[in-house]
């Protein structure tokens, strides 16, 4: 370990993830959320022609693109929230109203 990678004595040790690498895992997960997003879309599209689903998925796919723009902009936490909550929303919106 170099002097330079060693935490000052009065600073505490960081626990976690950096701010950096937050904003990476977020980017990625929204991403990946987003591609599988389009993936049910596509396939719900298939089996149901609907205005409804294309409204669930489409808000969904909004989302994912607001959560991953949030996350450049430095704000994980919001983003993950609304990730969350999005998520759980689209999936009740697809049990609930489109089943």
Do not use: F, H, K, W
Not at 1 to 10: A, C, L, N
Not at 14 to 34: C, D, E, K, V
Request: glycine share 10%; proline share 4%; net charge positive.
């Amino acid at each position: 370990m170099s002097d330079s990678d060693q935490v000052p004595p009065d600073q505490p040790e960081r626990a976690g993830l950096t701010p950096r690498q937050a904003r990476r895992l977020r980017i990625a997960a929204a991403s990946l959320l987003m591609a599988a997003a389009g993936v049910l879309l596509g396939i719900r599209l298939a089996s149901r022609s609907s205005v409804l689903v294309v409204g669930v998925y489409g808000l969904l796919l909004i989302l994912c693109g607001l959560v991953i723009e949030l996350s450049r902009r430095g704000r994980t936490r919001l983003g993950s929230y609304l990730m969350g909550a999005g998520l759980v929303a689209a999936l009740l919106m697809d049990v609930v109203v489109l089943s």
